[in-house]
């Protein structure tokens, strides 16, 4: 990752005030190449908090499937809902002795040390498909998949982590906008093109 666009990426994002949004080109693990727009400046924290009171007070109406049952749906809820109020502690610890936050207010732009990748986390507000990917068959437990079927429903489950990659392009700010595939943009978005 030593090539001039990737450093002058992470300068810019960490000297870069008022980022909200962030439009990327994003190819995964599995092959799929999707344009994504993401919102840096949400906080998974207040996501979580209305998530939980949402749960709490109208809940989650069951979704009858041939998949799972209705005990099934119950115990997805209930494990559901505890993830919410218990973070992995042990996951967490280990996350912050990996990265540089470089963006303090949220934790939304890091830096992997080890592997000297920017990691972008943010809610994922769009996702348009340009290539799809391989994805490999699932046996997945009836309980898993209920527990797919209630995620559609939180606002949490929509924050993604995106590890940029082999980034091409020119960074350029323009208003309050990145533009790394040196196109000019008025949204108050970046934009990288990330392979």
């Known amino acids: 990752m030593e ?30 190449l999707s344009k994504r727009l993401m919102n840096l400046g949400a906080k998974i924290e207040n996501a979580k908090k209305k998530d939980l009171a949402m749960m709490e007070s109208e809940g989650i109406p069951y979704v009858a499937s041939t998949k799972y049952t209705k005990a099934d749906w119950d115990m997805a809820m209930a494990e559901t809902k505890q993830s919410l109020i218990k973070a992995d502690e042990v996951r967490s610890e280990g996350q912050k002795n990996a990265y540089i936050v470089l963006n303090e207010e949220n934790g939304s732009v890091k830096y992997n040390m080890n592997t000297q990748e920017i990691y972008l986390f943010g809610k994922s507000e769009k996702k348009e498909v340009i290539e799809a990917g391989v994805y490999p068959t699932v046996n997945s437990r009836a309980k898993t998949i209920a527990k797919e079927a209630i995620k559609k429903s939180l606002t949490s489950a929509k924050f993604r982590a995106m590890i940029l990659k082999n980034v091409s392009g020119s960074v350029k700010v323009n208003k309050q906008v990145i533009n790394v595939d040196g196109q000019d943009r008025t949204e108050d978005v970046i934009e990288i093109v990330v392979d």
Not at 14 to 32: A, D, F, V
């Open 3 to 32: 090539n001039g666009i990737y450093k002058l990426l992470l300068d810019t994002l960490m000297n870069y005030k008022g980022i909200g949004y962030i439009s990327l080109q994003y190819r995964n693990k599995q092959g799929e």
